[in-house]
């Protein structure tokens, strides 16, 4: 018989965006190590089940047990026992600039659900105090919410985790043209493997850069879009302090 840790991960798999126990860790806001622990108890705290189920709209009793479908009844059944001439509208999802009438040829048709339990339409980014240097480095670390922006779920999703998504300022003038002093990035924290060449938000011993990071033959290289700056080197002793904040996959500025 399976165990239901194992069960219950390959049922989030299914239905969600997480991919690996690490994404689980994320999105659920805990350690890797408390997800170990649990795989080793074979149980999953209640308190997961019910994050999951807000974040994602999924039943907590499917989720848990397997039990039903991962989602409500179709729309058309919780009107069912409607009096006749109630009025509804069944709600059914379609590739985003995509006209209805050409929705059918490029997906299968999808099950209306009731409105709300529907994913959210906005999801609120949070804004932290880390502020990114694209400079020699800023010692300004701790991931406090200052604020937040609110953004199209749909359009998050297309970009990575929305919920392990935070708002970051840089400070500098390293990644210019690209990224300038005073932009803000959308980081993605759900990265898992590094794609060379990219824009990452990374800490180095207490300092938080935005810079590519690129292979080298004893390690990594932190490299500046503006010729001005030097790469940093990173290999050996220092590997063990560098970590990957996550991926910068959007910025914005202010114009004027």
Not at 70 to 77: E, I, K, M, V
Not at 132 to 148: D, N, W, Y
Not at 211 to 224: F, I, Q
């Amino acid at each position: 018989m399976p165990d239901a840790f194992d069960t219950f991960f390959a049922r989030v798999m299914q239905s969600t965006d997480i991919t690996t126990q690490q994404a689980l860790a994320r999105v659920l806001g805990v350690n890797r190590s408390a997800i170990t622990q649990a795989k080793n108890r074979d149980a999953i705290p209640q308190k997961w089940i019910l994050r999951l189920s807000r974040v994602y709209g999924l039943a907590p009793d499917w989720l848990e047990y397997g039990r039903g479908t991962p989602r409500p009844a179709p729309l058309a059944q919780t009107f069912a026992a409607a009096p006749h001439g109630t009025e509804h509208a069944a709600v059914q999802a379609r590739p985003v600039g995509v006209a209805p009438g050409r929705a059918a040829a490029l997906r299968p048709a999808m099950p209306a659900m009731p409105l709300a339990d529907l994913p959210p339409a906005v999801h609120m980014v949070p804004k932290v105090r880390a502020r990114l240097s694209a400079g020699g480095g800023s010692f300004e670390v701790q991931a406090m919410p200052v604020g937040g922006q609110p953004f199209a779920h749909a359009w998050l999703a297309r970009k990575g985790t929305p919920s392990a998504m935070v708002l970051m300022d840089v400070v500098g003038d390293s990644m210019e043209p690209e990224i300038r002093d005073g932009d803000t990035v959308l980081v993605d924290r759900a990265t898992e493997d590094l794609r060379y060449g990219q824009v990452y938000a990374v800490g180095l011993e207490d300092a938080v850069l935005v810079k590519r990071v690129m292979r080298t033959p004893d390690g990594l290289a932190l490299v500046s879009d503006n010729p001005a700056y030097s790469p940093i080197r990173v290999r050996g002793d220092e590997l063990e302090q560098f970590r990957v904040i996550g991926r910068v996959v959007w910025l914005c500025r202010e114009l004027g």
